[in-house]
């Protein structure tokens, strides 16, 4: 006696082909003996239980069975688009560029539900010309060209879902691409996305950007994973704009202008949040620019953001900066365990009232920072500085744990009035020499300085800190390098509430404080 107990479906992913199949136990030898047999059947119907096949990981589509050459002289952006639509049509896939060296010269479209797979030995490279022309756009005023314009690009997407590059090859503008404004034909960027979900960006190298090597704005849930950057000949590295829970781990970031950096413009015609992001275990390095930093496109508020485990090897300007110029609130920002050299502005916080935004901002705010466990060596001729706006837009709760400084030094005595500042511009060099060669404060309130130090390479002239306007400063445990004809250590003007303990100078000697205006805790 035969009697059937199931029947399961498998299926072939490849081809969305299925085949259906009963499972009936044969009784044989007197039904003591018990032998399975596979009976073809047409029947669709689960008799009992589930399913045994799984379905099969998404199909795979090499960009040669679309025509690409991989020579590097062929034009091969057609059969990538040809491949990307088939994965597209197919629910999903796996684009896949085998060894050898792929010429775009023109712009790549992506898709949703797509990876673009780089495997090791496979490079893209980019052309002079043949990209896709910038699109028009009604708001380009509120930020720079760059930002402004999106197709202009070795590959582009717009509203695309689940959009991965991996594979561990590279992806190379080849010297191409245009750093400035690029004409029709030219491309100033190696990957533009605009309003994704999903997005991965993990384990290949991007180099030679042109602009960019990464812009992404508009997107919700990024993230990457032993990501290499090289433009350190071109300009930025990754601009991360208007975009909300990003995780990236492992990065290498050498750029020329700012290397990683989150910013929030008017470019998509809103103003739109920023936040719950996470940076560990990296490292960034800036020429020219900002190595990790805020802006200076600051239109929508930023919240909960840590950053961790990074080390900084140069910046041109701030390796830690952040500003808001354009209306934005910044909150809730962590820095911990980040090494410094070779920054010439090793902390730099700054509101301004540059107010380019469309939705007619007003002046912005950065409150409830904090550092834990920062090193800056080797910084160079800015003074850190938190230079916040009066009234509610002072800068408010920052906190500083074990975070130690060595600055250049190197000036002589000078007065200590406010220096000069451009409201407008967000550049360390926007406000005039601090006459503090440590920190340099004006208009805070709430910061504090735990077990922290400054010190300096060559003797200088200046107090190690100076504070002018604002309240409840609280420096414990603080250490200062004094100069030799410096007229104070710590100077304190027009603050209510200022609390020096345990404090002293490198020598272990008391710290000399001036104030003026000002009351002690």
């Not at 009936?24 to 003996?33: D, E, I, P, R, W």
Request: hydrophobic residues 35%; glycine residues 14%.
């Amino acid at each position: 006696m035969n009697r059937r107990l199931k029947t399961f479906t498998f299926w072939n992913g490849a081809h969305g082909a299925r085949r259906e199949t009963d499972f009936v136990f044969v009784n044989a030898l007197s039904g003591k003996t018990m032998m399975l047999a596979m009976v073809s059947a047409a029947s669709v119907t689960l008799l009992a239980g589930a399913a045994m096949a799984a379905p099969s990981g998404p199909a795979t589509f090499s960009v040669r069975s679309f025509g690409a050459a991989g020579d590097g002289v062929v034009n091969d952006a057609p059969a990538i688009d040809s491949a990307i639509s088939a994965a597209s049509r197919s629910g999903g896939g796996v684009v896949e560029f085998g060894p050898g060296t792929y010429l775009l010269a023109g712009t790549v479209h992506l898709q949703s539900n797509v990876t673009i797979k780089v495997n090791p030995g496979s490079t893209i490279t980019g052309s002079a010309s043949g990209y896709d022309k910038p699109e028009s756009n009604p708001n380009d005023k509120y930020q720079d060209y760059g930002h402004s314009h999106f197709h202009n690009a070795m590959f582009f997407g717009d509203k695309v879902d689940n959009v991965t590059f991996t594979g561990g090859g590279t992806i190379d503008g080849g010297g191409h691409l245009i750093t400035g404004n690029p004409k029709s034909g030219q491309a100033d960027k190696i990957i533009s996305i605009t309003r994704c979900t999903n997005f991965t960006l993990s384990g290949i190298t991007l180099k030679r950007g042109g602009h960019f090597a990464a812009l992404i704005n508009g997107c919700n849930g990024v993230t990457s994973d032993k990501l290499v950057v090289s433009t350190a000949g071109d300009r930025d590295g990754w601009n991360i704009i208007s975009t909300q829970n990003v995780k990236i781990t492992n990065a290498s970031i050498a750029a020329n202008d700012d290397a990683l950096v989150f910013k929030s413009d008017y470019a998509l015609g809103a103003k739109l949040p920023n936040g719950h992001v996470t940076v560990t275990n990296s490292r960034l390095s800036a020429g020219c620019c900002n190595a990790l930093m805020f802006g200076s496109e600051t239109c929508g508020d930023f919240t909960d953001y840590n950053f961790s485990q990074i080390t900084i090897t140069g910046a041109g300007k701030s390796g830690l900066g952040m500003v808001s110029m354009d209306g934005a609130v910044i909150s809730d920002v962590h820095y911990r365990d980040i090494t410094m050299s070779g920054t010439k502005s090793p902390i730099m916080q700054k509101v301004g009232t540059r107010k380019r935004c469309g939705n007619s901002p007003g002046v912005g705010r950065i409150h409830d920072i904090t550092y834990d466990n920062i090193t800056g060596t080797n910084a160079g001729s800015f003074s850190p500085t938190l230079w916040g706006e009066s009234g509610a837009s002072q800068i408010t709760n920052v906190t500083f744990t074990n975070v130690n400084l060595t600055l250049p030094g190197g000036n002589g005595t000078m007065g200590t009035g406010v220096p000069s500042n451009d409201p407008k511009n967000y550049n360390p060099n926007s406000i005039g020499t601090r006459p503090a060669y440590g920190w340099y404060m004006h208009n805070v309130k709430g910061v504090k300085f735990i077990d922290s130090s400054v010190r300096f390479s060559k003797n200088d002239g200046r107090p190690a800190v100076i504070a002018n306007t604002g309240s409840d400063l609280v420096f414990d445990h603080f250490t200062a390098q004094r100069g030799s004809n410096s007229p104070a250590d710590m100077v304190f003007q027009n603050i209510t509430g200022y609390c020096v303990t345990n404090s002293a100078n490198t020598s272990g000697g008391a710290l000399r404080i001036s104030s003026s205006g000002s009351t002690s805790c």
